[in-house]
């Protein structure tokens, strides 16, 4: 008896929470309105066999409960009762799953006009990759990644020389414009979330995954990666900046080309060389490496 009136108990508080609970997903600024439906229709079925499930059991301990002389009767097979729930589970499991993989169809069929971002990760940060004038990101390599090449761009594909290096964990996007994020991890399971895009993906080591969105909010949101990656992961955040054209272009045109990169390095290379023939220390920084 008590048993049952604690079950109830549970039941109505888990409703209350889910109505009242302050701990509520953010507001959406992407255009996955989508996946948002997705999940209310999951809570909906779920929540629903939930509620169900427990009042049946309530019930059941009410109806069946202790009573002298009663003796329970054996029943091995009901056709019907089966019918009526094959059913219904096939309909529960079907408004799961389908709705979802309609979804995902969308998630991984990008518009053409989607810009290109390499979003790159390690253990513990992010840098981003933007393509240049010709609007083309150039190949990679894995191996061919250093200190002067943190992209590990081939050096001899013309489409890579203007592509935009951002090597840091900040990066901005233009705003009603859509892009196709292509994620790649230099060492381990990595995954580039922002909430209130609505959408994520892992970056697997050897392989580039992808997926789009389109940003429709401006403002400035938080990035965090959703796939433990080592000691370091709860520091893995970064940030997305959603500005309007205007400004969005005059970042970008403040950003560095790879073309700008290599030219500095040889700068650097032709001043340590002839710091060290001079003797002279010319400048502390070089040496700082030595
Ligand atoms: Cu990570």
């Not at 209350?16 to 997705?38: C, E, K, R, V």
């Not at 518009?111 to 979003?119: C, M, R, S, T, Y």
Request: charged share 20%; aromatic share 14%; proline share 4%.
């Amino acid at each position: 008896m008590h048993a049952g009136i604690i079950f109830l108990l549970v039941i109505i508080g888990s409703v209350l929470f889910h109505i009242f609970t302050p701990w509520y997903w953010t507001d959406i600024a992407s255009n996955w309105q989508g996946m948002d439906d997705t999940i209310t229709l999951t809570f909906w079925v779920g929540g629903g066999v939930f509620v169900a499930v427990c009042l049946f059991m309530v019930y059941c301990v009410f109806r069946y409960s202790y009573k002298e002389g009663r003796k329970a009767e054996y029943k091995p097979e009901d056709k019907k009762l089966e019918k009526i729930l094959t059913w219904a589970t096939t309909l529960g499991v079907a408004a799961l799953l389908a709705p979802g993989l309609i979804i995902w169809n969308q998630y991984v069929n990008v518009p053409k006009n989607a810009l290109e971002i390499d979003v790159m990760a390690w253990q513990w940060g992010w840098q981003y990759r933007l393509p240049g004038e010709d609007g083309k990101l150039g190949t990679t390599k894995v191996t061919n990644i250093n200190d002067e090449n943190p992209f590990g761009i081939n050096i001899d594909d013309p489409f890579g020389r203007d592509d935009v290096l951002v090597q840091s964990d900040y990066i901005n996007l233009e705003n009603n414009k859509p892009v196709k994020i292509l994620l790649r991890s230099v060492d381990v399971l990595h995954n580039w979330y922002v909430p209130q895009f609505r959408s994520k993906m892992d970056a697997v080591p050897g392989i580039v995954t992808f997926y789009w969105f389109e940003p429709n909010k401006v403002g400035e949101y938080e990035v965090l990666c959703a796939e433990y990656c080592g000691v370091g992961h709860y520091a893995m955040r970064g940030g997305v900046e959603v500005q309007n054209a205007g400004d969005y272009n005059k970042w970008l045109s403040e950003q560095e080309t790879f073309d700008e990169l290599i030219a500095k390095n040889e700068l650097e290379f032709e001043n340590k060389k002839l710091a060290k023939n001079n003797n002279l220390n010319l400048n502390k920084d070089i040496y700082k490496e030595e």
